[in-house]
C-alpha cells in the first residue's frame, strides 16, 4: 500500500506560478511511476505528467508542455509539479497517483494509488 498526500494548491492569478508536491508513505521502496492529473469543474479527470523513479523519462499533456515542469526526491519519497505562466482553464484539482504495474501509464486505471487532491485556482 502507497499513501499519497498532496499539499501546494491555492488561487493564483493568470501568469502566476505555483509548485505541487506530493508525499509519498508506505511500501515507497517499489518502482513506481508517479503521475500527476486534474479534474477541472464539470469535466472528466484527464493526465497531466508522470515521470518515472529514476527521474530519467518524463511525460507530459501537451496542454501543460513548456509550462509545468515533474520532478521528484526519492530520497524524500516527494514529487513536485511546478507550474508556471498559469492560465485560467489551468483550474482544476489536482490528483497525485502511483503506478506500480506499467512503465509508461497514462490512462487514469493504470494507476494504483491516488491522493485526495489539492484545489488549483487561477483567475483572470
Known amino acids: 500500500q502507497v499513501q499519497l498526500v498532496e499539499t501546494g494548491g491555492g488561487a493564483v492569478q493568470a501568469g502566476g506560478s505555483l509548485r505541487l508536491s506530493c508525499a509519498a508513505s508506505g511500501r515507497t521502496d517499489s518502482n513506481y511511476v508517479m503521475g500527476w492529473f486534474r479534474q477541472p469543474p464539470g469535466k472528466e479527470r484527464e493526465f497531466v505528467a508522470r515521470i518515472s523513479r529514476n527521474g530519467a523519462s518524463k511525460h507530459y499533456a501537451d496542454s501543460v508542455k513548456g509550462r509545468f515542469t515533474i520532478s521528484n526526491d526519492n530520497a524524500k519519497n516527494m514529487v513536485f509539479l511546478q507550474m508556471n505562466t498559469l492560465k485560467p482553464e489551468d483550474t482544476a484539482v489536482y490528483y497525485c497517483?502511483?503506478?506500480?504495474?506499467?512503465?509508461?501509464?497514462?490512462?487514469?486505471?493504470?494507476?494504483?494509488?491516488w491522493g485526495q487532491g489539492t484545489q488549483v485556482t487561477v483567475s483572470s
Open positions: 497517483a502511483a503506478s506500480g504495474r506499467y512503465i509508461f501509464p497514462t490512462a487514469q486505471n493504470e494507476y494504483d494509488y
